[in-house]
């Protein structure tokens, strides 16, 4: 029974690695579009490994902003993969080593998300769904990164493409499954006008750095809420 | 150093953060981070970032604010969002909206 089980949390991890490096492509296509080359795009991709950072890192280069801004507003997305870090330790304890790094490494939205959604009992679904999902995504990630910035570098204007618009499709899409609380919409609405208004007076990347404030802000001030959970409808790595 | 090289500087200085990052969250002792309103802030960064950076994404060429065939391409997309469409379905859809407003000279 316990490899039947087992079975079952190996698909998960496969078809939840798929899904995730499908998007790989865009992140691909649209760094080289942002200004990148494909060492630059696979550099990134390898040593982040975590979505949300690196479409992030690319929107702020390709709208002129300044590199530090970039890895700024990289830092700042990532860390929430500390707190799934925290979450995973307990499960992945002893661990040591050259082991815990590159388990670190593969601490991301999807792979929490697969293992803390095993029961809470069974230690070895949940270290299968975590190791599984880890290395699936950063395998078909990686791969499709690259595939999307070869691609990306063929097709000569990207806007002629529409990849601008697909650049604020993709944070849209990336925000979308973390709105469900009447909270998380205030803070969504509240960065993006102040967003939109540091727009025109300071320099490109300033914008979205401060409009974290505003999550800083709520986030001390709001009633209890439940701690961040990674989902697992289409989140990013 | 040239802009390529301050480029590179800034993929290796983020990959080392995002790595730093995930590994801190290994190693710290539970009760550091075991706060609500630290636990609920990192969430909100992460919403708040995402938030803004889809809007200038959409609505800004460099320090200009502007309306273009970006609008009607984040409309779709929201749109396919809510109809529950998968990730690159999204994006796809967004892409090929604003590519066929261009196409037409719209926007």
Redo the contacts between chains.
């Keep these: 029974m316990a490899g039947v089980k087992l079975d079952a949390v190996r698909q998960q991890a496969l078809s939840v690695s798929l ?1 995730t490096g ?2 790989g ?2 992140l691909g296509a649209l760094a080289i579009a942002a ?2 080359d494909v060492w ?1 795009t696979m ?2 991709s ?5 979505g ?2 690196q ?3 690319i ?1 702020v ?1 390709g ?2 902003g300044a ?2 801004a ?2 700024g ?14 979450s ?3 499960l ?1 304890r002893p661990m040591l080593g050259l082991r ?2 590159w ?3 593969l ?1 991301i939205d999807e792979s929490t998300a697969v293992a803390l959604a095993q029961p809470e009992g069974d230690r070895a679904a949940r270290l299968a769904g975590f190791w599984w999902t880890g290395t699936g995504v950063f395998v078909a990630w990686n791969l499709l990164v690259l595939v999307g910035a070869l691609l990306g570098q063929r097709i000569g204007d990207p ?18 499954p ?2 469900s609380s009447r ?2 919409q205030g ?6 006008v ?3 208004a540091l ?6 990347g300033v ?2 750095l401060a ?2 404030l ?3 802000i ?3 001030r ?1 009633p ?2 439940p ?2 959970t990674p989902t697992l ?2 989140v ?1 790595s | 150093m040239s802009s390529d090289a ?14 730093a ?8 002792p ?1 009760r550091l ?1 075991d706060h ?2 630290i ?22 060429v ?4 502007v309306l273009d ?2 609008v009607a ?2 409309a779709v ?2 749109l396919a ?1 809510a109809l ?1 469409a ?3 379905v ?11 407003l ?2 037409m000279g719209i926007g």
């Design positions: 899904a499908a998007y492509i865009s200004g990148l630059q550099a990134l390898l040593i982040v490994f975590s949300g950072s479409f992030a890192f929107g280069i709208a002129g590199p530090l970039a890895v507003t990289s830092f700042f997305l990532g860390i929430r993969n500390g707190f799934y870090g925290v995973l330790a307990p992945l815990r790094a388990a670190a490494q601490t806007t002629a493409w529409g990849l601008d618009a697909a650049a604020a499709a993709a944070f849209l899409g990336l925000v979308w973390r709105l909270l998380a803070v969504a609405a509240g960065a993006a102040m967003a939109l727009t025109p007076v300071t320099p490109a914008p979205i409009a974290a505003v999550a800083v709520a986030g001390w709001a209890r809420i701690p961040p409808h289409e990013p | 301050w480029l590179w500087v800034a993929v290796i200085a983020a990959g080392v953060l995002a790595w990052t995930k590994f801190v969250g290994h190693v710290v539970q981070t609500p309103r636990q609920r802030t990192a969430l909100l960064v992460t919403v708040a970032l995402l938030a803004a950076l889809a809007v200038v994404q959409t609505f800004s460099g320090t200009a604010l065939a970006r391409a984040i997309a929201a969002l529950r998968p990730f690159i999204v994006v796809v859809l967004a892409a090929a909206t604003a590519a066929a261009r196409a």
